[in-house]
């Protein structure tokens, strides 16, 4: 069966650390580009980071640069999203997402989401 699972998610200060880890079954994740969004109540979806299935480019919203690190697990089938000096306004329902375009079909799968609250 094909899934996405994310985990690590929390409460944490201002200023604390957390680092998200989105597992996968039923298929190889290096070879779809995965990307972590994020959703604030109120607020749309919005894309936070990804990583390339190719070259292992990385790309970061402005609002998380050098703050946030993506990075492929060696050997686990798991993506991670390392996050810093968190901030209130990082608070909310982290997602992560795996692409894969084969021919003429896009292969797109999401994952329930991880809850991460930034407060003191």
């Known amino acids: 069966q094909v899934q996405l699972v994310e985990s690590g998610g929390g409460l944490v200060q201002p200023g604390g650390s957390l680092r998200l880890s989105c597992a996968a079954s039923?298929?190889?994740?290096?070879?779809?580009?995965i990307g972590w969004f994020r959703q604030a109540p109120g607020k749309e979806r919005e894309g936070v980071s990804c990583i390339s299935s190719s070259d292992g480019s990385t790309y970061y919203a402005d609002s998380v640069k050098g703050r946030f690190t993506i990075s492929r697990g060696n050997a686990r089938n798991t993506v991670y999203l390392q996050m810093m000096r968190l901030k209130f306004e990082d608070t909310a329902v982290y997602y992560c997402n795996a692409k894969r375009l084969i021919i003429a079909t896009v292969n797109d799968y999401w994952g329930q989401g991880t809850q991460v609250t930034v407060s003191s």
């Open positions: 039923g298929f190889t994740l290096d070879y779809y580009a």
